[in-house]
Nanobody, 123 residues
Framework: QLQLVESGGGLVQAGGSLRLSCVASGRTFMSSAMGWFRQGPGKEREFVAAVSWAGTTFYRDSVEGRFTISRDNAKNMVYLQMNNLKPEDMAVYYC?????????????????WGQGTQVTVSS
């Protein structure tokens, strides 16, 4: 099982940018798809973006074109570049490791989770 630690959250004005990072420890990182999820106040945790072991990416519709997920297998890192942030993006963001090499939108397909990092967007 992978250990995941996120960083990079903070306070930003609407229209601004943040880059989230996630460092993974464990031997299965390279063979695991990775994802970012978020949970806003009073809301359920939801899928944001995912990247397969080979680098194939996909996103939830509301962040397509604004967010970019990437991974650096040599460094065991996953990133989420978030541009043109909106107040509705405000949430705790979680890095997660998929049980499979192919990326998934389903929360139940992810077996390891970080502690989360807060993203606050002021309007």
């Amino acid at each position: 099982q992978l250990q995941l630690v996120e960083s990079g959250g903070g306070l930003v004005q609407a229209g601004g940018s943040l880059r989230l990072s996630c460092v993974a420890s464990g031997r299965t990182f390279m063979s695991s798809a990775m994802g970012w999820f978020r949970q806003g106040p009073g809301k359920e945790r939801e899928f944001v973006a995912a990247v397969s072991w080979a680098g194939t990416t996909f996103y939830r519709d509301s962040v397509e074109g604004r967010f970019t997920i990437s991974r650096d297998n040599a460094k065991n890192m996953v990133y989420l570049q978030m541009n043109n942030l909106k107040p509705e993006d405000m949430a705790v963001y979680y890095c997660a490791a998929c049980k499979y090499s192919s990326a998934s939108r389903r929360i139940e397909d992810y077996g390891s989770w970080g502690q989360g990092t807060q993203v606050t967007v002021s309007s």
